[in-house]
């Protein structure tokens, strides 16, 4: 019966011209990413394969000194990995643990008239255009950091972890409080009913329910401090260092590209080569924080009713 039920409802929307017509720009909308994807590494791919000509891959990937523009030139990647490291472990221990707890403020504590009053400071932070953040941290942050700190450069890795942090707090905010909410409230009633405190119920029955997707904003929110550009280039400087002192300059992957990008670079040598080099090693981090997304989501989403 149900499938004598479907045969003239398919036969109906195949009838009405229009419903094909949204079909297929549906799918051309979808074909265009996929093919920019594609695209994309395509072009990383064969601008990478002159580079890689020259420069060995494990001397690409292991060596310890990044000097493309000067003589004796080295192609070790490692400086600007652990540049872009430096923003993302402590744009992490920033963002993170900050957005979670405004999340969980804003969907168990905040009365109706302060989340309205929070929510729009949230969006229009981020709204803030990046090279804001970075002419921020650059005359407002380092300044006062100096204070605290006098040996620190003004070009450092502390202050642009620091608004790389800031940047990425909305977005966790928003993703985790939406995930929150989406906790069905039987489950907060159930956990009262039984005694719990609300911060027993929060701690122990909702952020447990929402897991999955916290994990997945804090791998997200990760990306974007990875691929964080304008920021990081005023904030950290160019200076490619392989050093775990996070208050001397270093250089990020975005940094270098925005520096060989300049058009300062003849095209075809070796170090206009190395910025799809450098583009496709970003990409494929990117990629795989990407996937790890999503096996997390699989992985640890609850099973709610």
């Not at 292991?62 to 430096?86: D, K, N, Q």
């Amino acid at each position: 019966m149900a499938a004598a039920d479907a045969q003239p409802l398919s036969a109906a929307a195949a009838s009405r011209p229009g419903e094909t017509v949204i079909s297929a720009v549906l799918l051309a909308a979808a074909a265009v990413s996929v093919v920019t994807t594609f695209a994309i590494i395509g072009v990383l791919i064969r601008e990478s394969l002159p580079f890689f000509d020259s420069v060995s891959v494990s001397g690409y990937l292991f060596g310890t000194r990044w000097a493309p523009l000067l003589e004796p030139r080295s192609f070790g990647v490692l400086p600007l990995v652990a540049g872009t490291m430096h923003i993302v472990v402590g744009s992490a221990l920033i963002g993170l643990p900050m957005g979670l707890g405004t999340a969980i403020y804003l969907a168990e504590y905040a009365s109706p008239r302060a989340r309205a009053l929070l929510k729009p400071i949230l969006e229009i932070l981020a709204g803030i255009p990046t090279v804001v953040f970075g002419f921020f941290a650059l005359t407002f942050i380092t300044p006062h950091l100096q204070r605290l700190i006098p040996n620190l450069q003004v070009f450092n890795a502390l202050s642009a972890a620091i608004v790389v942090g800031v940047m990425i707090l909305p977005m966790v905010a928003s993703l985790c409080e939406d995930a929150l909410r989406a906790v069905p409230r039987s489950l907060r009633e159930g956990a009262h009913a039984l005694g719990a405190t609300k911060f027993e119920v929060t701690g122990q029955v909702v952020v447990p329910a929402a897991l999955s997707g916290i994990l997945a904003s804090f791998i997200l929110a990760v990306s974007r401090a990875i691929g964080e550009t304008m920021a990081v280039t005023l904030a950290a400087g160019s200076t490619p260092r392989l050093t775990l002192n996070p208050l001397e300059s270093m250089q990020t992957m975005t940094a270098y590209i925005v520096q060989v990008s300049l058009g300062d670079t003849p095209r075809g040598t070796i170090a206009y080569q190395s910025l799809f080099a450098v583009g496709l090693l970003l990409f494929a981090i990117t990629l795989a924080l990407n996937v790890v997304s999503n096996r997390v989501l699989h992985r640890f989403r609850e099973q709610v009713e």
